[in-house]
């Protein structure tokens, strides 16, 4: 399995920017998706996830009504649309792929057993 996260870059605030997440070696429609941010010497954060094929979704309470998670399944990519950034959403970002069980906490990092590896977005003031 791989998970290959792109579009990360450095850009002003209140620009947007959209990263994807391009899967393989798994299927895609049975996975929960997800994006964790991390700023070095903190613990990875919750961001967003998609957890099934309703698009039933979650957001981390600093990104809510900025930030939209989508999926293509038939793609095996996902994105994150993250508009009006700020500086404090610099950070590295993964892309997170588990498979799905209701059981599992969808904010929690240890319900995705797949991760990419990380781009770096840069939020200058």
């Known amino acids: 399995v791989q998970l290959q996260a792109s579009g990360g870059g450095l850009v002003q605030a209140g620009d947007y920017l959209t990263l994807l997440c391009a899967a393989s070696?798994?299927?895609?429609?049975?996975?929960?998706i997800a994006w964790f941010r991390q700023v070095a010497g903190k613990e990875r954060e919750f961001v967003a996830a998609?957890?099934?094929?309703?698009?039933?979704?979650y957001y981390g309470y600093s990104v809510k009504g900025r930030f939209i998670i989508t999926r293509d399944n038939p793609g095996n990519t996902a994105a994150l649309q993250m508009n009006s950034l700020e500086p404090e959403d610099t950070a590295v970002y993964y892309c997170?792929?588990?498979?799905?069980?209701?059981?599992?906490?969808?904010?929690?990092?240890?319900?995705?057993?797949?991760w990419g590896q990380g781009t770096l977005v840069t939020v200058s003031s």
């Open positions: 997170a792929a588990g498979r799905r069980d209701y059981h599992k906490i969808p904010t929690s990092p240890r319900a995705y057993e797949y």
């Open positions: 070696g798994l299927t895609f429609s049975r996975h929960m």
């Open positions: 998609n957890v099934d094929n309703d698009g039933r979704t």
